[in-house]
Nanobody, 119 residues
């Protein structure tokens, strides 16, 4: 059974940076088609933030984070990252790591890590 565990969340002031990590276990990292970061703020719908193919390719970013967030991965360490720079209060949310082991289905999810950005 695949497991995803996020870490790296916290509280920062606007303009600050955080790096989230997602450690994948249970299956070989390359057996996932895509890895992604999602976020959900209270009272809002879940938003897809960034996605990367485990075999490479151009990452996807939501318009709201383009130019500020960078998704990356270390296949040897089975770890996904999200570098978040120039954080804004509107980035405040619970951030989730997810994986597609079945194409087009986000079938594995982490427990989430909270990011809070104060103005």
């Amino acid at each position: 059974q695949g497991q995803l565990v996020e870490s790296g969340g916290g509280s920062v002031q606007a303009g600050g940076s955080l790096r989230l990590s997602c450690a994948a276990s249970g299956y070989t990292y390359s057996s996932y088609y895509y890895m992604g970061w999602f976020r959900q703020a209270p009272g809002k719908e879940r938003e897809r933030v960034a996605v990367i193919g485990t075999s490479g390719g151009r990452p996807y970013y939501a318009d709201s984070v383009k130019g500020r967030f960078t998704i990356s991965q270390d296949n040897a360490k089975n770890t996904l990252y999200l570098q978040m720079n120039s954080l804004k209060p509107e980035d405040t949310a619970m951030y989730y790591c997810a994986a597609q082991r079945v194409l087009n289905r986000w079938d594995y999810w982490g427990q989430g890590t909270q990011v809070t950005v104060s103005s």
